[in-house]
């Protein structure tokens, strides 16, 4: 789908997703799910897959395919989504390659298969160059982001990019 025709789901409209897709008994769990599909793609995992073979895993894994396959062909995303397909776009722009979001790999597919990125991978400086025309970045919080909010900064940051992270040393693991 073109990257601008989407929905962006708020948390009421995930529930009411979630709830469409499980029994009744489940549905108390709905809060849960939403809870570890999000902590997932925010560790750029497919949820579910996070080693230990249980049976809420499994579980967890088939809602989130479901969830996710629903999303896309109904053309929606959640803003996890959000910041996953903005990563593959920079991603592919960063490897010289043109983003094609109708042929671009799924939400699942693109988890399932992630590789950690590196500011070595990239080609040439396409994004920098092209579309990323500031020299300055600044992040707040810096302390709260996650792996997948570090992994798109990883994209962001380029040569000549000047990087200031604010973050409250008393909020510091």
Known sequence: FHPLEFTLLNRDE??????SMLPKAKKNKIPYYLNQISLAKGKLMMPGKGGKEKKDD?????????Y??????????????????TLQGTQYLLQGKEVDWNNMPSIADFLSNYQP????????NNLHTNFLKHKWMFIDEYQDINYLQHQLLL???QPGTLLCAIGDPDQAI
């Not at 995930?14 to 709830?19: A, H, Y």
């Not at 996710?68 to 397909?85: G, P, W």
């Open 14 to 19: 995930q529930r009411e997703i979630l709830s």
């Open 117 to 124: 990125w590196s500011a070595t991978t990239a080609k040439d």
């Open 155 to 157: 994209t962001f940051v």
């Open 58 to 66: 499994k579980e967890l894994f088939h809602l989130a395919l479901t």
């Open 68 to 85: 996710t396959e629903y999303c896309r062909t109904h053309k929606k995303l959640d803003f996890d989504d959000l910041l996953l397909r």
